[in-house]
């Protein structure tokens, strides 16, 4: 019997960045929308043609641009994902899955630069519509130059990010690459997600839902695409406290769990964590399923894809090509630094969480793949009764 699947989803981190005292405070705009139109005056020639070949201009990723190349020109380091997503939340830009690229030179030789941006923005491919944002800024001894893209699967009519508690927000969205469903995930402050009554018709997705305590809240469209499930929009709202103006502590529950290990069980100690920190019934490791992570994380870098169906089929086909079965499966996937970063990459993003917290899961299987350029695939398959 092919399961039902739960949400299933997709992480991507990098390394993080410590803090640091002289970070400059976020500016938080008032609402969260895109398209918008970014502004090209100022840039000279060469940042013109370069950001007309790296995607179109959104003001959201213009302001995050602006604001990576200034910390390297004060000497802080480059933003890790995190830092950048913070960033393009306050700039109130809704799209996930940001790639940055940070470059520093004497002097930007023209055909030299253009095909260094054209080898970066060849190396990734999400599908919907390519959105960038690009700044340069002298430094002693020469310039740096940043670039931050990302692929929009979807765009988002403008939602608050301050709102207050009780009060009822609308979303709506729509797609730009066809979907057969989507719903809107909700996490609050110290809650569960919980998906939030959503319609979707012709490509339109639309939710009404309530802040029923004060606190960070954290709103993601969810969207069955060609590949799977997958997050194409998130926001983030604020009910009745002030944004924050510095990136809060990123650690997720259970990285202390991984002290001393490395690979598949540093990420099923992580996930125990979780477990046994909100009080849920322990997951029992599966070989069974270990393998087919397994398979499914090599398959994901073979092809350098993130996704529930590269090729090998989306979660339900492959358990129930396994000779498996479950009255419920979910799949978290990513591509990050680290296996640390990848379980906070997950824990972070509502759809992934519920994975994480589901009571009803009882059993898992985990599988960590090197990739010679240093990162890490991760591939986690959750089931419920188990036969």
Not at 226 to 246: H, I, N, W
């Amino acid at each position: 019997m092919k399961p039902r699947l739960a949400a299933a989803l997709f992480a991507a981190a990098l390394a993080a960045a410590p803090a640091r005292a002289d970070e400059p405070s976020l500016t938080w705009v008032d609402a969260s929308s895109s398209p918008r139109a970014g502004s090209t005056s100022g840039l000279g020639d060469l940042d013109q043609e370069l950001l007309a070949r790296c995607g179109t201009p959104e003001e959201g990723l213009m302001a995050v641009a602006r604001r990576v190349v200034a910390a390297k020109a004060a000497g802080r380091p480059t933003p890790d994902v995190d830092g950048l997503v913070l960033e393009m939340r306050a700039s109130g830009e809704p799209h996930v899955w940001p790639r940055a690229w940070v470059v520093s030179a004497e002097a930007f030789e023209r055909d030299a630069t253009k095909k260094r941006l054209d080898a970066w923005r060849q190396s990734f491919g999400d599908g919907g519509e390519r959105r960038c944002g690009l700044a340069r800024v002298a430094v002693p001894g020469g310039q740096v130059m940043a670039a931050i893209a990302v692929d929009a699967l979807a765009d988002m009519a403008p939602l608050p990010v301050r709102a207050r508690t009780g009060q009822w927000l609308e979303l709506e969205a729509r797609m730009r690459v066809p979907a057969t469903s989507a719903k809107v995930v909700l996490v609050g402050p110290g809650g569960a997600p919980r998906t939030v009554p959503t319609s979707f018709q012709d490509g339109r997705v639309r939710a009404r839902f309530a802040l029923d305590r004060p606190g960070a809240f954290d709103v993601q469209v969810l969207a069955d695409v060609a590949a799977g499930p997958r997050p194409v929009l998130e926001a983030r709202v604020y009910a009745d406290v002030e944004p924050p103006r510095a990136a809060p502590k990123a650690a997720a529950p259970g990285e202390d769990a991984a002290a001393g290990l490395t690979g598949a069980p540093a990420l099923a100690a992580m996930i125990d964590a979780v477990r046994r920190e909100r009080s849920l019934p322990a997951l029992t490791r599966d070989p069974r399923r270990d393998a087919l992570a397994l398979a499914h994380a090599r398959r994901m870098r073979e092809v350098r894809t993130v996704a529930h169906d590269v090729g090998d089929g989306d979660p339900g086909q492959r358990v129930q090509n396994a000779g498996l079965s479950a009255k419920e499966a979910g799949e978290n996937v990513a591509h990050s630094e680290s296996v640390r970063l990848a379980h906070r990459s997950l824990w972070q993003s509502p759809s992934h969480r519920a994975n994480l917290e589901r009571p009803q899961f009882t059993h898992v299987g985990v599988a960590v793949v090197d990739d010679p350029d240093g990162t890490v695939w991760v591939c986690e398959i959750f089931a419920t009764s188990l036969r």
